[in-house]
């Protein structure tokens, strides 16, 4: 069985956009990421080749929108299809998430 993980570490480059030319992150890991989509629909148009930012998941040399439905579908099965990001959708960057707010830190 694949294992994905479920939670993230806080990484040292958070804050920090690491272009995928440089580098992908860990299999399974969301993270936030830089996307553009270069063909959208005509009723699209006007987003053509602009920069947007959403949370993804890397696996097996594909991306996919991240949700813990997708992980559990990666983990199961090997595959998402139907999160897995549009041909047309290019990934330029990527930046681990932050550590999730706790309440007790905050006292």
Do not use: Q
């Amino acid at each position: 069985m694949i294992e994905c993980m479920r939670t993230v570490a806080r990484k040292p480059e958070f804050g920090r956009w690491i272009p995928v030319s440089e580098r992908l992150p860990e299999d399974c890991v969301p993270v936030n990421i830089t996307y553009v989509n270069h063909n959208p629909e005509s009723y699209y148009a006007n987003i053509k080749d602009v920069p947007f930012t959403a949370t993804g998941v890397h696996y097996s040399d594909a991306w996919y929108w991240w949700s813990t439905t997708c992980t559990d579908y990666l983990a199961e099965y090997g595959r998402c299809d139907v999160d897995m990001v549009d041909t047309d959708v290019e990934i330029i960057a990527w930046m681990p998430l932050p550590e999730p707010y706790r309440e007790s830190e905050e006292k």
